[in-house]
């Protein structure tokens, strides 16, 4: 069984900074790609970063310049540093891995339980 666990997060003034952090333990297989995701009230989830086995990384442009993935593979953590935050980031913030349980099989897709993150401006 995997578990996902995230932690971090909270409220900043616009201009700071927040670190995110997310745990898979268990099972979880060769995980193939990381990421990130989003849901302010009322919105529909969207994808933030990504980051595939490769080292590629992939971000949209509302976050461009200002969000970083990372991963220790060691662990299986990811993190999101996010860097000068505004309001229109707030939503809560969701890990989300993507992991195969052997080589060439089905893709899995675990997501944490997320995390509020609240920016004051």
């Known amino acids: 069984q995997v578990q996902v666990v995230q932690s971090g997060g909270g409220l900043v003034q616009a201009g700071g900074s927040l670190r995110l952090s997310c745990a898979a333990s268990g099972s979880i297989g060769r995980i193939a790609g990381w990421a990130w995701y989003r849901q302010a009230p009322g919105g529909q989830r969207e994808f933030v970063a990504a980051r595939v086995s490769g080292g590629a990384t992939n971000y949209p442009d509302s976050v461009k310049g200002r969000f970083a993935i990372s991963v220790d593979n060691t662990d299986n953590t990811m993190y999101l540093q996010m860097n000068n935050l505004k309001s229109e980031d707030t939503a809560v913030y969701y890990c989300?891995?993507?992991?195969?349980?052997?080589?060439?099989?089905?893709?899995?897709?675990?997501w944490g339980q997320g995390t509020q993150v609240t920016v004051s401006s």
């Open positions: 989300n891995y993507q992991a195969r349980r052997r080589p060439g099989g089905q893709i899995y897709t675990y």
